[in-house]
């Protein structure tokens, strides 16, 4: 039976078989019955045309059908009648008195192994049973057995044939979806990983601040703040505090500034302590503006300003460009900061022309 999905390989193959197998017989049998027509003798003409013109009628269907997908039925009855009528008639069409008729046994021969690929066998069995029957009863004994031999031989050689083409397909279709599926775990897998690094490196730094404060502050430093300020780096480093706890935005910064491709004027005001979700997207969208300067804005300098609120900003003096005029499928500005900010309560904006510079701003939380 085809596949639910529509794009398998094993639903477009039944697609292909089901559209051009009828046509195919359709126009072989309209070629055979011509050539049957011009074999058959002058006092049988008036019938041979009459069956000429019920194959043209049947092979006009099945065209019909397989452009359309509409009327199997009716074509499929109008097969079966082509069929024995040109079966039925084979002793009076046939060139020579007493021979087997090539006309009927070809287009019997053909109608049941092009069945095989459009019906089921609980349709097939019964409707090549009775061509049978239509084609045996004028025939002598040895024709009627070597004909029966040569129908059950080729229909069933048909059915397997067919057969094989559905488990070839499926097999292929179980293969893909495999191969798709392990191409999604390993990008999530990728992707949790790049995540991870990221919020462990939020992390560290966080942790780091605490360590240079104790070593700046020596024996003067508060032993129960240093002890308050170790206990929930730790809650945050070992998750005991939840994947969203509170860290320092200006820590983590300073870690991207250190691996900055421009040179970087930073300028800070103390901001309070933000969600991780917050601080990472903040991180990232900082580190992919500072490269966006590197990659367009021909300059190597950049000025960093943090600010209460807590709002980031980052200004160069480059080259500039129209916003508006960015393809939709350039992804850095929409994916790598607007969307970015937007996704943990943010906002973020670009404001640039040609030859005014750019200035990225981000805001969190949004209003």
């Known amino acids: 039976m085809p596949s639910d999905r529509d794009t398998s390989v094993e639903a477009e193959s039944l697609a292909v078989v089901g559209r051009f197998a009828g046509m195919a017989r359709g126009a072989g049998l309209l070629v055979i019955s011509a050539f049957g027509v011009l074999a058959t003798p002058a006092e049988a003409l008036p019938l041979a045309f009459g069956l000429l013109a019920l194959a043209v009628v049947a092979a006009l269907a099945e065209f019909y059908t397989g452009h359309t997908g509409r009327g199997r039925p009716l074509t499929f009855t ?17 060139p020579v008195p007493g021979e087997l008729n090539q006309w009927a046994l070809n287009v019997l021969t053909i109608t049941v192994i092009t069945l095989q690929w459009e019906w089921p066998p609980r349709l097939t069995v019964p409707a090549v049973a009775c061509l049978l029957v239509v084609q045996l009863a004028p025939l002598a004994p040895e024709d009627a057995v070597s004909t029966v031999v040569r129908v059950l031989i080729e229909g069933v050689l048909a059915r397997l044939a067919f057969l094989l083409l559905l488990r ?98 930073a300028r800070w005001t103390p901001v309070p302590l933000l969600p991780a979700s917050a601080a990472l997207a903040l991180v990232r969208a900082v580190r992919e503006a500072l490269v966006n300067v590197e990659r367009h804005a021909g300059v190597n300098e950049a000025v960093l300003t943090v600010e209460a609120g807590v709002r980031v900003s980052i200004r160069d003096t480059g080259r500039g460009f129209d916003p508006d005029a960015v393809p939709a499928h350039r992804r850095g500005i929409r994916g790598s900061l607007v969307e970015r900010m937007a996704a943990v309560g943010g906002r973020a904006t670009v404001t640039s022309a040609p030859g005014a510079g750019t200035t990225v701003e981000l805001v969190w939380p949004d209003g």
């Open 168 to 265: 070839t397909t499926r097999r292929i279709d179980r293969l893909r979806d495999r191969r798709a599926r392990l191409q999604r775990e390993e990008s999530l897998a990728l992707e949790r990983k790049r995540q991870e690094r990221e919020y462990l490196a939020v992390l560290h730094d966080t942790a780091s601040a605490t360590f240079l404060m104790v070593a700046q502050r020596g024996e003067t430093a508060d032993p129960a703040k240093v002890a308050e300020y170790a206990s929930r780096d730790l809650s945050i480093l070992t998750g005991a505090s939840g994947r969203d706890s509170m860290v320092e935005l200006e820590a983590s910064l300073r870690g991207v500034l250190e691996q900055s491709p421009v040179l970087v004027d």
């Open 78 to 94: 109008l097969t079966l009648v082509r069929a024995a009528a040109i079966c039925a008639a084979q002793i009076q069409t046939a």
